[in-house]
């Protein structure tokens, strides 16, 4: 039986995968049709005719972690890490019947490469599906406190 | 210490026929020249005019470090002022846009201004009688720039009052322009969002130049292009089409055969583009009811032509790029002389499809955002470069791929699509338009 705590535990989890890297196991989290999607607007619908920072299916998201351990990939010599800090998610729905499961949870993420070192705040929403006992993501949505700010490289994600 | 101020000969002599010194790159003192002289001389795109629709509709950009304010006035007609209340400089305008009802009042004193720029009213009017206010500058309201021209709603400024005009300064490169605008049944684009906005530690130019350096997508771009065929040569199945992520990746992988037959068109001034026969864009899926919509406005024989023209990167003299098939302009704004705001713009075509919008979208997104892969691979680059020209072993860059004794400047010329001539073409307007007001300019010393 899903729980609020088990999407708590997965919100952490999935964060902490990120943090230590194991790419694989961070993309088995998502469901066939699960998507990535950093908005560019505030409060922003649609992901197709309104700009994106980010809007990735699974091939997309492939691509971007190949793409890290390329041996020319350039933008990664060296390589970049993160961190995520989190607040306690925020349960939206945790109804088993309907089969809806959703959290939003405040977040501080930081990237750093080399000698510099950025700071992002914003919300990270999780829209999941329960698949067999456990949970997968059908979508992660990004909602950066500053989107319309000029940023540098985010080469990992949020 | 002044080294190129009032020097015209030492700002010219940092371009060679065929290598430009370091300098342009690295040096606070050319950047600062470049904002004095290069940027004013030169015509800048401020807007688009769909972003100003209505009366009392305003933008606000830069022009080269100049803050400026544009404004639908209620006649209809557009204008552009220095973006500062004559009183105490304050700006009118904080927002990137918005609409100001019938008049721009300064928040600090209630000063007002028609939408056209003239002073509206100001508060204790007596308070000014016999005290000579009306001799000054002040009494005419916000400054405002002369020389604006709106080119198919393409908004171009130019501040100097005096210079090269705008038909004899784009000439025939206005074509990039009028493709883009064609692409539309309705011969209209509109700015529906926006722009993506990235941040670049380097100097503007290198990435100006890099929009007709086709020896880099090969290489540099191995990490992400390259990366994208390959995984989805490995995870496509049976999958019948490709998609339209790996459609606008995949060709960035084109070797060099394909950009040296693909040609490169430069034009006086500075101006130039990729992509003369085909391009990395030519072989993208049609869109279901476009072409029926482009013949019934164009007739088959226009709407083909139109259709046909698919260039890569066209560069407009200073520091904007189109590219009319994808519908994106990006513009380089120089905010110091190792720092560079890029924005990029999505036009959507008036009447189109909406998949082509989401195709412009999705472009914009996988190449120039700060999130973009593709991006990762360039701004790498641009930041090594603007470190390793530090360096002194070497003070200067090599722009000499395909370039033939007694080359001449300021022409149109088709060439091989793997020359750097583009490149160079962009340094001898730059010599140009940096010196062309001052003493001595550069033609002449020579």
């Known amino acids: 039986m899903i729980s609020e705590k088990t999407i708590t535990d997965f919100v952490y989890r999935e964060a902490d995968l990120l943090d230590t890297m194991q790419w694989q196991a961070w993309l088995d989290l998502f469901h066939p049709e699960g998507r990535y999607w950093m908005p560019l607007e505030w409060q922003q619908q649609d992901p197709v005719l309104q700009p994106s920072l980010m809007y990735e299916d699974l091939l997309l998201m492939k691509v971007r972690i190949e793409r890290l351990a390329g041996e020319r990939t350039f933008s990664q010599k060296p390589k970049s890490r993160c961190h995520h800090l989190l607040q306690a998610p925020q349960i939206i729905a945790c109804d088993p019947a309907a089969g809806i499961f959703k959290a939003r949870t405040s977040f501080i993420y930081t990237e750093t490469r080399g000698d510099t070192l950025e700071r992002f705040s914003g919300w990270a929403s999780h829209d999941l599906v329960q698949v067999g006992d456990g949970l997968k993501i059908k979508l992660k949505r990004i909602d950066l406190v500053n989107f319309d700010a000029p940023f540098g490289n985010i080469q990992l994600f949020m | 210490m002044a080294k190129y101020g009032k020097n015209p000969r030492a700002i010219g002599g940092l371009v060679r026929e065929a290598e430009v010194h370091r300098d342009v790159y690295v040096d606070p003192e050319i950047f600062d020249l470049e904002m004095e002289h290069l940027f004013p001389n030169s015509w800048i795109y401020v807007g688009h005019a769909s972003q100003l629709a209505k009366a009392g509709d305003f933008i606000t950009a830069n022009v080269g470090r100049q803050p400026v304010v544009a404004s639908r006035h209620t006649d209809g007609s557009i204008h552009l002022f220095y973006n500062r209340c004559p009183h105490k400089g304050v700006k009118i305008a904080s927002e990137p846009c918005g609409n100001t009802g019938k008049f721009f009042r300064c928040p600090y004193h209630a000063w007002s201004f028609k939408t056209d720029g003239s002073l509206l009213a100001i508060p204790l009017k007596k308070g000014y ?106 995870e496509q199945g049976d999958s019948k089409e490709t998609p339209m992520a790996v459609q606008l990746y995949g060709p960035f992988m084109s070797p060099y055969e394909f950009y040296e037959q693909s040609g490169i068109r430069i034009w006086p001034n500075g101006h130039g583009h990729t992509g003369v026969a085909n391009s990395i864009h030519s072989n993208y899926s049609d869109i279901e009811g476009y072409l029926g919509r482009m013949v019934a406005a164009y007739g088959e024989k226009r709407a083909h032509e139109i259709l046909g023209e698919v260039r890569h990167n066209t560069v407009y003299f200073p520091n904007i790029m189109v590219k009319g098939a994808v519908q994106i302009l990006r513009n380089f704004i120089p905010i110091a002389v190792d720092r560079t705001l890029v924005e990029s713009w999505v036009y959507r075509l008036v009447g189109a499809p909406d998949k082509l919008y989401e195709r412009a979208l999705m472009y914009n997104r996988f190449i120039n955002a700060p999130t973009s892969i593709v991006g990762h691979d360039d701004l790498e680059m641009y930041e090594r470069a603007q470190e390793g020209l530090k360096t002194n072993g070497n003070q200067w860059v090599n722009l000499r791929r395909l370039y033939e004794s007694g080359e001449e400047a300021d022409v149109t010329a088709v060439i091989n699509g793997t020359s750097e001539r583009q490149m160079r073409n962009q340094f001898h307007a730059w010599a140009k338009f940096m010196t062309m007001d001052m003493v001595e300019p550069v033609e002449a010393a020579e």
Request: overall charge negative.
């Open chain 2, 129 to 234: 009688e016999g005290t000579g206010f009306t001799d000054t500058q002040a009494n005419n309201g916000l400054s405002r720039i002369k020389n604006v021209v709106v080119y198919r709603d393409f908004i171009f400024a130019r501040l100097s009052e005096t210079g090269v005009g705008f038909e004899d300064y784009f000439g025939e490169s206005l074509s990039t322009i009028d493709n883009m605008v064609d692409r539309s049944p309705e011969g209209k684009l509109a700015v529906e969002a926006a722009p993506i906005r990235y941040m670049h530690t380097c100097n503007w130019k290198m990435l100006v130049e890099n929009q007709t350096d086709t020896c880099h997508p090969m290489v540099a771009h191995e990490s992400s292009a390259g990366t994208a065929i390959k995984v989805w040569q490995r």
